[in-house]
Protein backbone atom coordinates (compact mmCIF):
# COMPACT_ATOMS: atom_id res chain seq x y z
CA UNK A 1 0.00 0.00 0.00
CA UNK A 2 1.05 3.49 -0.75
CA UNK A 3 1.64 6.54 1.15
CA UNK A 4 -1.37 6.75 3.38
CA UNK A 5 -4.63 9.11 2.33
CA UNK A 6 -6.70 11.37 4.77
CA UNK A 7 -9.47 8.31 4.78
CA UNK A 8 -6.87 5.48 5.78
CA UNK A 9 -5.34 7.74 8.20
CA UNK A 10 -8.93 8.12 9.33
CA UNK A 11 -9.44 4.12 10.03
CA UNK A 12 -6.41 4.36 11.83
CA UNK A 13 -7.20 6.80 14.15
CA UNK A 14 -10.89 4.94 14.88
CA UNK A 15 -9.25 1.49 15.88
CA UNK A 16 -6.46 3.85 17.87
CA UNK A 17 -9.25 6.21 19.71
CA UNK A 18 -11.73 3.25 19.97
CA UNK A 19 -9.59 1.56 21.57
CA UNK A 20 -8.02 4.49 24.03
CA UNK A 21 -12.17 5.20 25.02
CA UNK A 22 -12.97 1.50 25.94
CA UNK A 23 -12.81 2.02 29.03
CA UNK A 24 -14.16 5.08 29.47
CA UNK A 25 -17.05 4.07 27.90
CA UNK A 26 -20.95 5.13 29.05
CA UNK A 27 -23.69 3.28 30.71
CA UNK A 28 -25.45 1.33 28.38
CA UNK A 29 -28.35 1.08 30.44
CA UNK A 30 -28.58 -2.42 30.57
CA UNK A 31 -27.82 -2.48 33.87
CA UNK A 32 -31.49 -0.79 34.22
CA UNK A 33 -33.13 -3.75 33.14
CA UNK A 34 -33.60 -6.66 35.50
CA UNK A 35 -34.59 -10.23 34.98
CA UNK A 36 -36.53 -11.60 37.70
CA UNK A 37 -34.69 -15.02 39.21
CA UNK A 38 -36.70 -18.09 39.12
CA UNK A 39 -35.88 -20.77 41.31
CA UNK A 40 -37.52 -23.46 39.54
CA UNK A 41 -36.37 -22.98 36.17
CA UNK A 42 -36.65 -26.91 34.83
CA UNK A 43 -34.14 -26.67 32.18
CA UNK A 44 -30.78 -27.91 30.99
CA UNK A 45 -27.99 -25.80 29.14
CA UNK A 46 -28.03 -28.95 27.06
CA UNK A 47 -31.64 -28.60 25.92
CA UNK A 48 -30.87 -24.61 24.74
CA UNK A 49 -31.17 -23.84 21.28
CA UNK A 50 -29.76 -20.62 20.44
CA UNK A 51 -30.68 -20.78 16.46
CA UNK A 52 -31.72 -17.59 15.24
CA UNK A 53 -33.11 -16.24 11.53
CA UNK A 54 -32.69 -12.46 10.68
CA UNK A 55 -32.23 -11.34 6.66
CA UNK A 56 -33.18 -14.44 5.32
CA UNK A 57 -30.67 -16.73 7.11
CA UNK A 58 -30.52 -19.24 9.89
CA UNK A 59 -27.72 -19.06 12.15
CA UNK A 60 -27.04 -21.25 15.14
CA UNK A 61 -25.97 -18.13 17.36
CA UNK A 62 -27.35 -14.80 17.85
CA UNK A 63 -24.13 -13.07 17.59
CA UNK A 64 -22.20 -11.25 14.68
CA UNK A 65 -19.42 -8.90 14.52
CA UNK A 66 -20.20 -5.42 13.35
CA UNK A 67 -18.80 -3.05 10.81
CA UNK A 68 -15.52 -1.72 12.10
CA UNK A 69 -12.41 -1.87 9.62
CA UNK A 70 -10.51 -1.72 6.30
CA UNK A 71 -8.61 0.57 4.09
CA UNK A 72 -5.12 0.20 5.83
CA UNK A 73 -2.58 -2.62 6.74
CA UNK A 74 -3.32 -2.22 9.88
CA UNK A 75 -7.15 -2.61 9.39
CA UNK A 76 -6.18 -5.87 7.05
CA UNK A 77 -4.28 -7.47 10.07
CA UNK A 78 -7.30 -6.67 12.16
CA UNK A 79 -9.90 -8.05 9.51
CA UNK A 80 -8.03 -11.23 9.41
CA UNK A 81 -8.09 -11.66 12.61
CA UNK A 82 -11.96 -10.62 12.96
CA UNK A 83 -12.62 -12.94 9.69
CA UNK A 84 -11.10 -16.03 11.91
CA UNK A 85 -13.04 -15.38 14.73
CA UNK A 86 -16.12 -15.23 12.52
CA UNK A 87 -15.25 -18.47 11.04
CA UNK A 88 -14.61 -20.37 14.26
CA UNK A 89 -17.50 -19.47 15.61
CA UNK A 90 -19.54 -19.49 12.80
CA UNK A 91 -20.93 -16.51 12.93
CA UNK A 92 -21.58 -13.48 10.22
CA UNK A 93 -18.88 -10.56 10.26
CA UNK A 94 -19.58 -7.45 8.78
CA UNK A 95 -16.52 -5.44 7.26
CA UNK A 96 -15.58 -1.54 7.84
CA UNK A 97 -17.45 1.16 5.09
CA UNK A 98 -15.94 0.15 1.87
CA UNK A 99 -16.16 3.73 0.62
CA UNK A 100 -12.28 4.42 0.51
CA UNK A 101 -11.77 0.86 -1.48
CA UNK A 102 -14.00 2.63 -4.34
CA UNK A 103 -11.98 5.78 -4.27
CA UNK A 104 -9.00 4.03 -3.61
CA UNK A 105 -8.88 0.48 -5.01
CA UNK A 106 -5.60 -0.39 -3.61
CA UNK A 107 -7.16 -1.00 -0.81
CA UNK A 108 -9.62 -3.49 -1.60
CA UNK A 109 -7.26 -6.29 -0.26
CA UNK A 110 -7.55 -5.08 3.04
CA UNK A 111 -11.26 -6.27 3.03
CA UNK A 112 -10.79 -9.03 0.74
CA UNK A 113 -8.66 -10.84 3.21
CA UNK A 114 -12.16 -11.15 5.43
CA UNK A 115 -13.64 -13.36 2.64
CA UNK A 116 -10.52 -15.73 2.27
CA UNK A 117 -9.94 -16.48 6.01
CA UNK A 118 -13.81 -16.74 6.66
CA UNK A 119 -14.48 -18.62 2.79
CA UNK A 120 -18.19 -19.96 3.58
CA UNK A 121 -19.02 -17.80 6.26
CA UNK A 122 -21.76 -15.06 5.90
CA UNK A 123 -19.87 -11.58 4.97
CA UNK A 124 -21.22 -8.53 5.09
CA UNK A 125 -20.63 -4.96 2.77
CA UNK A 126 -20.66 -2.07 4.60
CA UNK A 127 -21.41 1.31 3.04
CA UNK A 128 -23.11 4.81 3.78
CA UNK A 129 -26.48 6.41 2.65
CA UNK A 130 -25.46 7.66 0.36
CA UNK A 131 -23.78 5.72 -2.42
CA UNK A 132 -25.29 5.07 -5.89
CA UNK A 133 -26.67 1.69 -6.91
CA UNK A 134 -23.46 1.14 -8.85
CA UNK A 135 -21.28 1.56 -5.84
CA UNK A 136 -23.18 -0.49 -3.95
CA UNK A 137 -22.70 -3.79 -6.41
CA UNK A 138 -19.74 -2.85 -6.65
CA UNK A 139 -18.98 -3.62 -2.71
CA UNK A 140 -20.68 -6.71 -2.72
CA UNK A 141 -18.84 -8.40 -5.46
CA UNK A 142 -15.73 -7.07 -4.74
CA UNK A 143 -16.49 -8.86 -1.27
CA UNK A 144 -18.55 -11.69 -2.84
CA UNK A 145 -21.34 -10.46 0.17
CA UNK A 146 -24.08 -11.98 1.74
CA UNK A 147 -26.11 -8.79 2.79
CA UNK A 148 -25.39 -5.20 2.55
CA UNK A 149 -25.06 -2.84 5.90
CA UNK A 150 -26.14 0.19 5.30
CA UNK A 151 -25.08 3.12 8.36
CA UNK A 152 -26.80 5.88 9.46
CA UNK A 153 -24.06 8.25 11.14
CA UNK A 154 -25.62 12.10 11.05
CA UNK A 155 -24.12 12.57 14.32
CA UNK A 156 -20.30 11.21 13.38
CA UNK A 157 -20.66 13.15 10.31
CA UNK A 158 -21.26 16.19 12.09
CA UNK A 159 -18.81 16.39 14.52
CA UNK A 160 -15.72 14.79 11.70
CA UNK A 161 -13.77 17.56 10.82
CA UNK A 162 -13.64 16.47 7.45
CA UNK A 163 -17.84 15.32 7.71
CA UNK A 164 -20.65 15.66 5.36
CA UNK A 165 -23.05 17.91 5.79
CA UNK A 166 -26.13 16.85 4.28
CA UNK A 167 -28.36 14.17 5.76
CA UNK A 168 -30.91 13.38 2.50
CA UNK A 169 -30.46 9.74 2.80
CA UNK A 170 -34.43 8.07 2.27
CA UNK A 171 -34.97 8.69 -1.22
CA UNK A 172 -31.32 6.87 -1.56
CA UNK A 173 -32.26 4.11 0.66
CA UNK A 174 -35.32 3.32 -0.77
CA UNK A 175 -33.69 3.44 -4.07
CA UNK A 176 -31.15 0.72 -3.19
CA UNK A 177 -33.65 -1.20 -1.56
CA UNK A 178 -35.22 -1.29 -5.07
CA UNK A 179 -32.53 -2.32 -6.67
CA UNK A 180 -30.04 -4.25 -4.33
CA UNK A 181 -30.75 -8.23 -4.99
CA UNK A 182 -28.89 -9.09 -1.63
CA UNK A 183 -30.90 -8.25 1.84
CA UNK A 184 -29.82 -4.77 3.16
CA UNK A 185 -29.90 -4.07 6.81
CA UNK A 186 -29.76 -0.53 8.02
CA UNK A 187 -27.57 0.54 10.77
CA UNK A 188 -26.99 2.93 13.16
CA UNK A 189 -23.44 3.83 14.88
CA UNK A 190 -24.14 3.85 18.37
CA UNK A 191 -26.60 6.60 18.70
CA UNK A 192 -29.36 4.53 18.85
CA UNK A 193 -33.07 4.96 16.66
CA UNK A 194 -36.52 6.35 17.21
CA UNK A 195 -40.03 5.25 17.01
CA UNK A 196 -39.94 7.97 13.76
CA UNK A 197 -36.92 6.74 11.97
CA UNK A 198 -37.94 2.63 12.49
CA UNK A 199 -41.45 4.11 10.89
CA UNK A 200 -39.95 5.91 8.08
CA UNK A 201 -37.40 3.00 7.41
CA UNK A 202 -40.64 0.71 7.46
CA UNK A 203 -42.28 3.11 5.08
CA UNK A 204 -39.69 2.31 1.94
CA UNK A 205 -39.66 -1.24 2.47
CA UNK A 206 -36.71 -1.98 4.57
CA UNK A 207 -37.18 -5.06 6.97
CA UNK A 208 -33.55 -5.52 9.17
CA UNK A 209 -32.28 -2.75 11.24
CA UNK A 210 -29.66 -2.81 13.69
CA UNK A 211 -30.48 0.24 16.01
CA UNK A 212 -27.16 0.57 16.91
CA UNK A 213 -27.45 2.44 20.53
CA UNK A 214 -25.58 4.46 22.85
CA UNK A 215 -23.21 2.70 25.54
CA UNK A 216 -20.44 1.62 23.60
CA UNK A 217 -18.37 2.72 20.92
CA UNK A 218 -18.84 6.97 20.51
CA UNK A 219 -17.95 8.02 17.53
CA UNK A 220 -18.72 11.89 18.94
CA UNK A 221 -15.85 11.11 21.43
CA UNK A 222 -13.89 9.64 18.96
CA UNK A 223 -14.26 12.37 16.17
CA UNK A 224 -14.27 15.79 18.61
CA UNK A 225 -11.03 13.59 19.46
CA UNK A 226 -9.61 14.23 15.92
CA UNK A 227 -10.64 18.17 15.71
CA UNK A 228 -8.41 20.51 16.38
CA UNK A 229 -11.00 23.46 17.08
CA UNK A 230 -14.48 24.13 17.64
CA UNK A 231 -15.33 21.24 20.61
CA UNK A 232 -18.22 19.19 20.81
CA UNK A 233 -17.68 17.38 23.56
CA UNK A 234 -20.68 18.67 25.09
CA UNK A 235 -22.55 16.46 22.33
CA UNK A 236 -21.31 13.28 24.04
CA UNK A 237 -24.68 11.77 25.54
CA UNK A 238 -26.38 12.60 21.79
CA UNK A 239 -28.69 9.64 20.99
CA UNK A 240 -30.80 6.53 22.37
CA UNK A 241 -29.12 4.08 24.37
CA UNK A 242 -28.87 0.67 22.77
CA UNK A 243 -31.92 -0.16 25.80
CA UNK A 244 -33.99 3.01 25.30
CA UNK A 245 -34.07 2.03 21.05
CA UNK A 246 -35.23 -1.68 21.62
CA UNK A 247 -37.81 -0.15 23.88
CA UNK A 248 -38.64 2.33 20.78
CA UNK A 249 -38.55 -0.50 18.85
CA UNK A 250 -41.69 -2.52 20.21
CA UNK A 251 -44.40 -1.09 17.94
CA UNK A 252 -42.09 -1.88 14.47
CA UNK A 253 -41.17 -5.27 15.56
CA UNK A 254 -44.34 -6.81 14.08
CA UNK A 255 -43.38 -5.65 10.22
CA UNK A 256 -38.98 -5.25 10.75
CA UNK A 257 -36.75 -7.37 12.25
CA UNK A 258 -34.73 -5.90 15.13
CA UNK A 259 -30.96 -6.64 15.61
CA UNK A 260 -29.31 -4.80 18.63
CA UNK A 261 -25.81 -3.36 18.95
CA UNK A 262 -23.91 -0.62 21.21
CA UNK A 263 -22.16 -1.75 24.08
CA UNK A 264 -22.81 -5.63 24.09
CA UNK A 265 -19.88 -6.62 26.72
CA UNK A 266 -21.31 -9.07 28.63
CA UNK A 267 -23.99 -12.29 27.69
CA UNK A 268 -26.19 -10.78 30.12
CA UNK A 269 -26.30 -7.84 27.90
CA UNK A 270 -27.01 -9.59 25.18
CA UNK A 271 -29.56 -12.00 26.67
CA UNK A 272 -31.56 -8.63 27.72
CA UNK A 273 -31.05 -7.63 24.21
CA UNK A 274 -32.31 -10.72 22.96
CA UNK A 275 -35.09 -10.41 25.60
CA UNK A 276 -36.21 -6.61 24.34
CA UNK A 277 -36.76 -8.18 20.56
CA UNK A 278 -33.82 -8.20 19.27
CA UNK A 279 -33.17 -11.37 16.71
CA UNK A 280 -29.19 -11.53 17.28
CA UNK A 281 -26.58 -8.83 19.03
CA UNK A 282 -23.65 -7.71 17.13
CA UNK A 283 -19.79 -6.51 18.98
CA UNK A 284 -17.54 -3.95 17.44
CA UNK A 285 -15.88 -2.25 20.32
CA UNK A 286 -15.74 -5.18 22.70
CA UNK A 287 -14.18 -7.86 19.71
CA UNK A 288 -11.76 -4.84 19.22
CA UNK A 289 -10.65 -4.65 22.65
CA UNK A 290 -10.19 -7.94 22.87
CA UNK A 291 -8.11 -9.02 19.84
CA UNK A 292 -5.78 -5.63 20.78
CA UNK A 293 -4.66 -7.45 23.93
CA UNK A 294 -4.98 -10.76 23.28
CA UNK A 295 -3.83 -13.51 19.63
CA UNK A 296 -6.82 -14.85 17.82
CA UNK A 297 -6.81 -18.34 19.32
CA UNK A 298 -7.06 -16.16 22.73
CA UNK A 299 -10.22 -14.60 21.57
CA UNK A 300 -11.87 -17.75 19.69
CA UNK A 301 -11.54 -19.40 23.46
CA UNK A 302 -12.84 -16.60 24.79
CA UNK A 303 -15.85 -16.18 22.65
CA UNK A 304 -16.75 -19.59 22.65
CA UNK A 305 -17.29 -19.52 26.41
CA UNK A 306 -18.89 -16.33 26.17
CA UNK A 307 -21.13 -17.99 23.89
CA UNK A 308 -21.64 -21.27 26.38
CA UNK A 309 -22.22 -18.55 29.34
CA UNK A 310 -25.73 -17.39 26.82
CA UNK A 311 -26.56 -20.58 26.66
CA UNK A 312 -26.70 -20.83 30.78
CA UNK A 313 -28.71 -17.86 30.87
CA UNK A 314 -31.40 -18.87 29.04
CA UNK A 315 -31.33 -22.09 31.19
CA UNK A 316 -31.40 -20.04 34.27
CA UNK A 317 -34.50 -17.79 32.91
CA UNK A 318 -35.81 -21.57 31.82
CA UNK A 319 -36.41 -20.74 28.11
CA UNK A 320 -35.43 -23.13 25.95
CA UNK A 321 -35.20 -21.14 22.86
CA UNK A 322 -35.50 -17.08 21.62
CA UNK A 323 -39.29 -17.51 21.70
CA UNK A 324 -39.45 -18.49 25.03
CA UNK A 325 -37.18 -15.72 26.27
CA UNK A 326 -39.31 -12.99 25.10
CA UNK A 327 -41.58 -14.05 27.63
CA UNK A 328 -39.42 -14.24 30.61
CA UNK A 329 -40.18 -11.46 33.22
CA UNK A 330 -38.35 -8.16 33.68
CA UNK A 331 -38.72 -5.08 35.50
CA UNK A 332 -37.28 -1.75 34.49
CA UNK A 333 -35.89 1.21 36.65
CA UNK A 334 -37.35 4.53 37.06
CA UNK A 335 -35.45 6.02 34.22
CA UNK A 336 -36.48 3.64 31.62
CA UNK A 337 -40.21 3.42 32.95
CA UNK A 338 -40.08 7.54 32.82
CA UNK A 339 -38.62 7.30 29.13
CA UNK A 340 -41.20 5.13 28.13
CA UNK A 341 -44.30 6.78 29.91
CA UNK A 342 -43.07 10.28 27.48
CA UNK A 343 -42.35 7.99 24.37
CA UNK A 344 -45.94 6.31 24.59
CA UNK A 345 -44.40 2.99 24.52
CA UNK A 346 -46.33 0.23 26.08
C1 LIG B 1 -17.21 1.25 13.88
N1 LIG B 1 -18.53 1.28 13.44
C2 LIG B 1 -18.79 1.37 12.10
N2 LIG B 1 -20.05 1.22 11.63
C3 LIG B 1 -20.33 1.25 10.31
O1 LIG B 1 -21.48 1.07 9.93
N3 LIG B 1 -19.32 1.45 9.41
C4 LIG B 1 -18.02 1.62 9.79
O2 LIG B 1 -17.13 1.77 8.95
C5 LIG B 1 -17.72 1.59 11.18
N4 LIG B 1 -16.45 1.78 11.64
C6 LIG B 1 -16.16 1.53 12.97
C7 LIG B 1 -14.83 1.55 13.41
C8 LIG B 1 -14.54 1.19 14.72
C9 LIG B 1 -13.09 1.17 15.16
C10 LIG B 1 -15.56 0.85 15.62
C11 LIG B 1 -15.27 0.44 17.03
C12 LIG B 1 -16.88 0.89 15.21
C13 LIG B 1 -19.68 1.24 14.39
C14 LIG B 1 -20.02 -0.17 14.81
O3 LIG B 1 -20.42 -0.98 13.75
C15 LIG B 1 -21.15 -0.15 15.87
O4 LIG B 1 -22.34 0.32 15.29
C16 LIG B 1 -20.80 0.73 17.07
O5 LIG B 1 -19.43 0.70 17.32
C17 LIG B 1 -21.52 0.32 18.35
O6 LIG B 1 -21.15 -0.99 18.75
P1 LIG B 1 -20.05 -1.29 19.91
O7 LIG B 1 -18.71 -0.84 19.39
O8 LIG B 1 -20.46 -0.49 21.10
O9 LIG B 1 -20.11 -2.76 20.09
Redesign the pocket.
Same mark, same amino acid.
Given at each position: MCAKSVQSHRKDE??FL?EKFFTQ?AKSDFEQVRFIHQSLPESRLADVDLTTHFAGFTLPLPLYI?? +??GGSAQAQKLNAGLAQVAAALHIPM?T??LSIALKEPETVASFQVTRQHDQRGLLFA?LGADVTVAQAQQAIDVLQADAL?L?L?APQELVMPEGDQSFRWLDNLQTLRQQITVPIIV????FGMSQETLAKLTSIGIETV?V?GR???N?IQIENERRHQHDYSYLADWGQSTVESLLESQASQKHLTILA????RTPLDAVKALRLGAQAV? +????I?HALQHHDVTAVIAWLQDWCQQLRGLFALLGCHDLTALRHAPIVLDAALLNYCQQRHIT
Open positions: HLAQNA +MTAGSNQHNKEVGDSGGTFSGGIG +MSGTL
